[in-house]
């Protein structure tokens, strides 16, 4: 198994994760914001798939499989407190696995020939879409860790 492949299939499995993780938690309590903090579970999800899209694809020059909207709602930098509208959960769940779907065919299509390099805000520079899914399964990760201490805070 090639190690884009390898990378492919983490983040499948992270995605699949978060699928479950939102169709089980009630809505309530996945738009609540705990106290102390800035952002809820939706905007954590919406985020891992904006960051996922714009590392890969914006910096690849290609067109990102989410909307301007959505990509303005969960950029970094945003929270609920600057959403011009509450953001659709079943669109989101959608996403989660549309957006890795279509990367496995873009992957193997090979239309990742390009890369706009950028330096992550814990120094790394990312130079190739290989690092960018690599870098996007970290950041998944650690928005997995972070919704997990949501669910304790909000339960």
């Keep these: 198994m090639s190690n884009e492949l390898f990378e492919f299939e983490i983040l499948k499995a992270s995605r699949t994760r978060l ?16 106290e102390n903090f800035n952002n809820n579970i939706v905007w954590q999800i919406g985020h891992c798939i904006t960051s996922q899209q714009r590392h890969m694809y914006m910096r690849s020059g290609l067109p990102m499989h989410i909307s ?16 011009k509208s509450i953001p659709d959960v079943d669109e989101i769940k959608h996403l989660l696995l ?3 779907n279509q990367l496995r065919k ?6 990742f020939v390009k890369y706009a ?11 190739n879409h290989l690092q960018a899914l690599q870098a996007a399964n970290f950041h998944e990760a650690e928005h997995y860790g972070i919704i997990l201490s949501y669910l304790k805070l909000l339960n």
Excluded at 19 to 34: A, G, M, R, S
Excluded at 68 to 83: D, L, R, V, Y
Excluded at 117 to 127: H, K, V
């Design 19 to 34: 699928l479950q993780l939102i169709e089980t938690v009630d809505n309530k309590i996945l738009f609540k914001i705990p």
């Design 68 to 83: 301007q909207e959505f990509m303005e709602t969960f950029k970094i930098g945003t929270s609920p407190h600057t959403w």
């Design 98 to 100: 549309y957006t890795v």
């Design 106 to 111: 873009d992957l193997e299509s090979g239309i």
């Design 117 to 127: 390099a950028f330096s992550l805000p814990i120094g790394i520079t990312i130079t």
